[in-house]
């Protein structure tokens, strides 16, 4: 069925390390795909998204690229600061705005 | 800050109780959906509402209901709870459209079943 798998975690990084979080995705048509970000004991933040095939979201350096070929919304950074710590969602919509998340990726980057 | 509003923000209830969790939508937005996020675990859809009709439901029971307002805020009512309930339970907010907008999510409610 339709679904998201993301990379599991934790991640340990050093600061300034390159960041990659693997995610792939099943889908009958054409999602949008979407990473968000969970700080701890807060709400799901928007990180990156990206809307049809080939596009590439960005935003604090994170990037993504929506590969249909390969059914890949793969998350990077080229180098992660402490304050990147977090959990990274990946996620497609299906019908009207509704997301599959994946489980989640905990990220740990130390000073 | 997104704008979408959740409360209480942290809640604790014994098993068999009935809870009610209330979002306010971002300002523009007709559409509201509810997730329910174990610890440790991705969100799971629940259901949505577009414009006051409920829009889709996940594989939630149906102890599991919802409202919309003509003001588009929503109520999430749970009825005799379970201590599986336990979960971070987050609203999201978006336009009506093509399922290409944006949807904004609330900081959750911390739900403790005992």
């Known amino acids: 069925g339709d679904s998201v798998t993301q990379m599991e975690g934790p991640v340990t990084l050093s600061e300034e390390a390159f960041l990659t979080i693997n995610c792939t995705y099943t889908a009958t048509g054409y999602p949008s795909l979407f990473w968000y970000v969970q700080y701890p004991g807060e709400g799901l933040q928007l990180l990156l998204k990206a809307t049809k095939a080939d596009d590439k979201g960005s935003n604090k350096g994170f990037e993504a690229t929506y590969r249909k070929e390969t059914t890949s919304f793969h998350l990077e950074k080229g180098s992660v600061q402490v304050s990147d710590s977090a959990v990274y969602f990946c996620?497609?919509?299906?019908?009207?705005?509704?997301?599959?998340f994946g489980s989640g990726t905990k990220l740990n980057v130390k000073p | 800050e997104t704008g979408v509003t959740q409360s209480p923000t942290h809640l604790i209830k014994t098993r068999g109780q009935q809870v009610t969790l209330r979002c306010s939508s971002q300002s523009g937005h007709n559409t509201v959906s509810w997730y329910q996020q174990a610890l440790g675990q991705g969100p799971q859809f629940i259901f949505q509402?577009?414009?006051?009709?409920?829009?889709g439901r996940g594989n939630f029971p149906p102890r599991f209901s919802g409202l919309q307002f003509p003001n588009y805020s929503s109520e999430l009512n749970v009825n005799a709870l379970e201590l599986d309930d336990s979960a971070l339970y987050l609203c999201?907010?978006?336009?009506?459209?093509?399922?290409?907008?944006?949807?904004?999510f609330g900081q959750g409610t911390r739900l403790t079943v005992v």
């Open positions: 996620a497609r919509t299906y019908n009207f705005n509704k997301f599959y």
């Open positions: 999201a907010s978006s336009r009506d459209g093509t399922g290409n907008t944006e949807a904004f």
């Open positions: 509402y577009y414009r006051e009709e409920e829009n």
